[in-house]
C-alpha cells in the first residue's frame, strides 16, 4: 500500500477514536442536561479549535479532519448553550 492510503486509513481511524471519545460526555450531557460540573471556557475552547480544524481540513482537503471536527463542534455548540442556559437559569432564581 501507498503512503497516501496509509494516511488516508490513520486519518479515518483517528477521526473515528476522537469522535468516540467525545461522543459519550455530549450525549450524557445533551440527555440529562446537567451541565454544573462543566467548563464553560474548556467547552468554549474545544468548539473553537472545533471549527478552526474544520477550516484547516476543508482547506488542505483532509476529510477525516473536517468531518471529525464538524461532528465535535457541532456538540461543543449544543453543550455551551445548554450551560449558558441553564447559568442563565441559575442566576434568576438567587
Request: glycine residues 6%; proline residues 2%.
Amino acid at each position: 500500500m501507498t503512503t497516501a492510503v496509509w494516511t488516508e486509513i490513520f486519518g479515518w481511524a483517528a477521526s473515528l477514536c476522537m469522535i468516540l471519545g467525545y461522543m459519550p460526555q455530549a450525549l450524557h450531557t445533551m440527555r440529562t442536561r446537567k451541565t454544573d460540573d462543566l467548563s464553560l471556557t474548556a467547552w468554549c475552547f474545544m468548539g473553537l479549535g472545533s471549527i478552526f480544524f474544520v477550516v484547516n481540513g476543508l482547506l488542505m482537503w483532509n476529510l477525516p479532519l473536517a468531518v471529525t471536527n464538524m461532528i465535535t463542534g457541532c456538540c461543543s455548540i449544543i453543550i455551551i448553550c445548554m450551560k449558558l442556559y441553564n447559568d442563565s437559569k441559575k442566576r434568576k432564581q438567587k
